[in-house]
């Protein structure tokens, strides 16, 4: 199974990245976490692979740290969580803030992320709020730690908060803000940004 893979960062989406690695291109699905850490394009990279095999497809999973892999792993040990879904929480949360949530049993911190309702919230909480503890998390820094991916005031924050009233989720939000911002600078024009951030929503 592959676990590393280095090579040039040739271009990335809203959750994936193509890394050419000695002329061959992989995809790699990766989180807004990871994304948002990312160098520049055709630039080196090296990630940490999580290889997952299915009847039709070889899927990468990559991470720029160790403790978000981690975390994937013990999501995608949960019933009814498949890695689809643990990467779109990874990217709604940082680990930090996600192993306060499930040692506190935060429901509604939980319930706020793209496709965790109540009953697998509770179902994170149930099996995981005593195994995040051996993550290489600091307690004394959970309380603290971020709920998501910061982002600038100004119009990063605007447009995350109009993508939201037009009725995305947040942490999807901010996903594609993320990558415009990257695209273009945190100080485009917030129409700009608005309309760039549009379409990785609706990719």
Do not use: W
């Not at 940490?48 to 403790?67: H, N, S």
């Not at 309380?143 to 100004?154: I, R």
């Amino acid at each position: 199974m592959i676990a590393r893979l280095s090579g040039t960062l040739e271009d990335k989406a809203k959750d994936e990245v193509l890394l050419d690695v000695a002329g061959v291109g992989f995809r790699v699905f990766c989180s807004a976490q990871t994304l948002s850490r990312l160098p520049a394009l055709h630039e080196p990279l090296n990630l940490r692979i999580r290889t997952l095999v299915r009847e039709d497809a070889i899927d990468l999973y990559g991470f720029v740290e160790q403790a978000e892999e981690a975390m994937f792993m013990l999501l995608t040990s949960v019933s009814h969580i498949g890695p689809k879904l643990a990467m779109g929480i990874l990217s709604g949360m940082a680990v930090d803030g996600l192993c306060a949530a499930l040692q506190q049993g935060d429901l509604a911190c939980l319930t706020r992320l793209q496709g965790v309702g109540k009953k697998t919230a509770e179902r994170l909480i149930l099996e995981l709020k005593d195994k995040v503890s051996a993550l290489s998390v600091s307690p004394a820094n959970t309380s603290k730690a971020p709920a998501s991916l910061p982002l600038s005031p100004g119009a990063p924050a605007d447009v995350v908060s109009a993508l939201v009233n037009l009725g995305y989720k947040e942490n999807k939000a901010r996903a594609a803000v993320l990558l415009a911002v990257d695209h273009l600078s945190e100080e485009a024009e917030l129409e700009a940004l608005l309309k760039e951030s549009l379409k990785y929503c609706r990719r």
